[in-house]
């Protein structure tokens, strides 16, 4: 049975504040681990005092996670005692893991990394640190007190120890516990020049909130709030570290992530999270403390947006009526998303490229919330929607399904990126390939709309039922399905719909449909249609073949004639035969400049 840790009763100016009648939970897992360090520390004479220090303290997972803090050696040197014990003891040894001192990442510290009975355990020490202006990274890092740690952490929840010799939990701020108990965040210094040493904490503390379901003690707040502070997140902290605690709330919970855009509303810090045009900044993703290159006092150097012809662009910034738009969006795609019909999935994920974080729930939030800024900028979809009018007329359907662009874009390592795909980038430091992603359900959402009135006409017309108005679209609905599974690389066609929805209302000022009621009426009306099947047929016929049928070297124009044949087949559907197809096929001749 797990043991439970006593918190001590005494007060003393040295001594932390203690709370009868609490305790925590220690697995023998734990216990044994603990036992093995106080016997290194033992047998070495070292005089070391060990306590565990972070999250374990905070909310003791079931895993076995743990920070190891020592009050009067660095970490790596601890775990070169260790190694040392085992050998004497014939002892297992394991190597001992370094996590450098990483600024872009948080890691101020270094760290040493050993194995004990199987468990990664981190070794740090107590430490006092200082910042100089104009930057979130220490420029001094020593020893130091338990009160001097506790002081220097970012909030009083995570100011808590666990010492292990003596089997108590510790609280050298004299709030931690009582904030654990009452639900509160507070810093353990004034919050102030807490957040002004590190502006990343505002983060952090955000993301804290909605995971914990706590509230800001009201000068925290206030602080949060200081123009002050605001300007120090915009230039202390690189667009990589912002991005990082950004995805970190996304990947809570849906109804979290919710708090916690919520709370980035709250704190007005959308021009500082997303910055919009008419700049963005020029070193944008890099791992840097401070984000671009110019001299300390100087602003960062930035390059314009520019539009197709390469001229600079000012599209505007987050206006109050845009930041009630997009708390509005951000509302109403959660109450889609949560009240879909249970037993489905709820929003189709994104795949996780390049290694990255897997897109889901969150992120759809996300894109909901940042849709009133980006959808204008997003090409007109008249020009990029499939133009066929009927099942039968498909010969001006776009090759590429109806795959769209940014109008805007702007130039980053001599690549021409679009400026949807830029937002999402600098914003939730995402690689290239996942903004391009998630950039793409936005697109595909614009190019969906005009679609949706056409349905939504042809119903209330009253000749026709939705599903039968479904079937006599599906070239159109087909290849805008395909279009998005190009553009993500995956199936995010309910995420598109949902926001097409909500865009609909809260963007476009219009009133539900009658027989298309919301997005989740339409994504539910796709499904019994069997249109969602249709997207993923495969062409009758290879590009190989269509170059034999007729007898064109490898060009454009094959891509052309594949994407046509896709729309033929949607068209035709009782007669996508091989032979039907060839003979459509001949009839797509290559003009004179192919």
Same mark, same amino acid.
């Given at each position: 049975?797990?043991?439970?840790?006593?918190?001590?009763?005494?007060?003393?100016?040295?001594?932390?504040?203690?709370?009868?009648?609490?305790?925590?939970?220690?697995?023998?897992?734990?216990?044994?681990?603990?036992?093995?360090?106080?016997?290194?520390?033992?047998?070495?004479?070292?005089?070391?005092?060990?306590?565990?220090?972070?999250?374990?303290?905070?909310?003791?997972?079931?895993?076995?996670?743990?920070?190891?803090?020592?009050?009067?050696?660095?970490?790596?040197?601890?775990?070169?005692?260790?190694?040392?014990?085992?050998?004497?003891?014939?002892?297992?040894?394991?190597?001992?893991?370094?996590?450098?001192?990483?600024?872009?990442?948080?890691?101020?510290?270094?760290?040493?990394?050993?194995?004990?009975?199987?468990?990664?355990?981190?070794?740090?020490?107590?430490?006092?640190?200082?910042?100089?202006?104009?930057?979130?990274?220490?420029?001094?890092?020593?020893?130091?007190?338990?009160?001097?740690?506790?002081?220097?952490?970012?909030?009083?929840?995570?100011?808590?120890?666990?010492?292990?010799?003596?089997?108590?939990?510790?609280?050298?701020?004299?709030?931690?516990?009582?904030?654990?108990?009452?639900?509160?965040?507070?810093?353990?210094?004034?919050?102030?020049?807490?957040?002004?040493?590190?502006?990343?904490?505002?983060?952090?503390?955000?993301?804290?909130?909605?995971?914990?379901?706590?509230?800001?003690?009201?000068?925290?707040?206030?602080?949060?709030?200081?123009?002050?502070?605001?300007?120090?997140?915009?230039?202390?902290?690189?667009?990589?570290?912002?991005?990082?605690?950004?995805?970190?709330?996304?990947?809570?919970?849906?109804?979290?992530?919710?708090?916690?855009?919520?709370?980035?509303?709250?704190?007005?810090?959308?021009?500082?999270?997303?910055?919009?045009?008419?700049?963005?900044?020029?070193?944008?993703?890099?791992?840097?403390?401070?984000?671009?290159?110019?001299?300390?006092?100087?602003?960062?150097?930035?390059? /314009? @947006?520019?539009?197709?012809?390469?001229? *600079? #662009?000012?599209? +505007? !910034?987050? &206006?109050?009526?845009?930041?009630?738009?997009?708390?509005?969006?951000?509302?109403?795609?959660?109450?889609?998303?949560?009240?879909?019909?249970?037993?489905?999935?709820?929003?189709?994920?994104?795949?996780?490229?390049?290694?990255?974080?897997?897109?889901?729930?969150?992120?759809?939030?996300?894109?909901?919330?940042?849709?009133?800024?980006?959808?204008?900028?997003?090409?007109?979809?008249?020009?990029?929607?499939?133009?066929?009018?009927?099942?039968?007329?498909?010969?001006?359907?776009?090759?590429?399904?109806?795959?769209?662009?940014?109008?805007?874009?702007?130039?980053?390592?001599?690549?021409?990126?679009?400026?949807?795909?830029?937002?999402?980038?600098?914003?939730?430091?995402?690689?290239?390939?996942?903004?391009?992603?998630?950039?793409?359900?936005?697109?595909?959402?614009?190019?969906?709309? /005009? @679609?949706?009135?056409?349905?939504?006409? *042809? #119903?209330?017309? +009253? !000749?026709? &039922?939705?599903?039968?108005?479904?079937?006599?679209?599906?070239?159109?609905?087909?290849?805008?399905?395909?279009?998005?599974?190009?553009?993500?690389?995956?199936?995010?066609?309910?995420?598109?719909?949902?926001?097409?929805?909500?865009?609909?209302?809260?963007?476009?000022?219009?009133?539900?449909?009658?027989?298309?009621?919301?997005?989740?009426?339409?994504?539910?009306?796709?499904?019994?249609?069997?249109?969602?099947?249709?997207?993923?047929?495969?062409?009758?016929?290879?590009?190989?073949?269509?170059?034999?049928?007729?007898?064109?070297?490898?060009?454009?124009?094959?891509?052309?004639?594949?994407?046509?044949?896709?729309?033929?087949?949607?068209?035709?559907?009782?007669?996508?035969?091989?032979?039907?197809?060839?003979?459509?096929?001949?009839?797509?001749?290559?003009?004179?400049?192919?």
């Amino acid at each position: 049975m797990p043991r439970r840790l006593a918190y001590s009763t005494t007060r003393s100016s040295s001594l932390p504040l203690r709370l009868p009648g609490k305790s925590i939970a220690v697995s023998d897992e734990e216990r044994r681990i603990f036992e093995y360090l106080v016997d290194v520390v033992k047998a070495s004479n070292l005089n070391s005092e060990l306590r565990v220090a972070g999250g374990w303290v905070r909310d003791k997972q079931e895993k076995v996670d743990l920070d190891i803090a020592l009050n009067n050696m660095m970490g790596q040197e601890f775990a070169r005692w260790i190694s040392r014990y085992n050998k004497h003891h014939n002892l297992p040894t394991s190597k001992i893991g370094i996590v450098r001192i990483n600024p872009a990442k948080s890691k101020h510290l270094e760290t040493a990394v050993v194995s004990i009975f199987g468990h990664s355990v981190d070794l740090v020490n107590l430490r006092t640190e200082s910042y100089r202006p104009g930057s979130r990274i220490p420029t001094a890092v020593g020893l130091g007190s338990p009160k001097q740690d506790s002081s220097r952490r970012d909030f009083t929840i995570n100011a808590l120890y666990y010492n292990i010799r003596e089997d108590r939990i510790e609280d050298y701020t004299g709030h931690g516990l009582a904030d654990l108990e009452a639900g509160l965040l507070r810093t353990p210094d004034e919050p102030l020049a807490t957040l002004l040493d590190d502006p990343l904490r505002v983060l952090r503390g955000v993301r804290f909130k909605a995971m914990l379901a706590f509230r800001f003690v009201p000068e925290l707040a206030e602080a949060m709030q200081r123009p002050e502070v605001h300007e120090a997140l915009r230039a202390k902290v690189s667009r990589q570290r912002v991005g990082l605690e950004l995805n970190k709330m996304l990947r809570l919970d849906t109804e979290k992530a919710l708090d916690a855009l919520e709370q980035i509303a709250a704190l007005d810090l959308h021009d500082v999270i997303f910055p919009l045009p008419p700049y963005l900044p020029s070193s944008a993703g890099q791992d840097v403390d401070v984000v671009g290159s110019s001299p300390q006092g100087q602003p960062p150097q930035r390059r /314009p @947006l520019q539009d197709a012809t390469g001229e *600079e #662009v000012i599209v +505007g !910034s987050w &206006s109050p009526d845009l930041k009630q738009t997009a708390l509005r969006c951000l509302r109403e795609h959660f109450r889609l998303v949560n009240e879909a019909p249970k037993g489905t999935e709820l929003v189709q994920a994104l795949p996780s490229v390049s290694g990255g974080m897997p897109v889901g729930n969150g992120l759809a939030l996300a894109s909901a919330f940042l849709m009133p800024a980006l959808l204008n900028n997003i090409g007109a979809s008249d020009s990029s929607m499939a133009h066929a009018t009927g099942a039968g007329d498909v010969d001006d359907v776009e090759p590429n399904g109806g795959r769209g662009e940014d109008e805007l874009s702007y130039l980053e390592n001599n690549r021409i990126r679009g400026h949807t795909e830029a937002v999402f980038k600098l914003g939730l430091a995402l690689s290239s390939e996942q903004a391009s992603c998630v950039a793409g359900v936005l697109i595909a959402t614009k190019r969906l709309l /005009p @679609l949706i009135e056409k349905l939504a006409a *042809e #119903v209330e017309s +009253g !000749s026709e &039922s939705l599903p039968r108005v479904l079937h006599n679209n599906r070239v159109e609905l087909g290849n805008w399905m395909r279009s998005i599974e190009q553009t993500t690389g995956g199936h995010a066609w309910e995420t598109a719909a949902r926001l097409a929805f909500v865009a609909r209302t809260h963007l476009l000022g219009l009133p539900p449909s009658p027989g298309i009621d919301d997005g989740n009426a339409f994504v539910q009306a796709m499904k019994d249609s069997g249109l969602v099947s249709l997207s993923g047929i495969p062409p009758l016929l290879s590009g190989r073949e269509i170059m034999e049928i007729l007898q064109v070297k490898p060009s454009p124009f094959v891509g052309e004639v594949k994407a046509k044949l896709i729309s033929w087949q949607l068209a035709n559907l009782d007669q996508s035969t091989k032979d039907a197809a060839i003979a459509y096929v001949k009839t797509l001749k290559p003009s004179s400049s192919s």
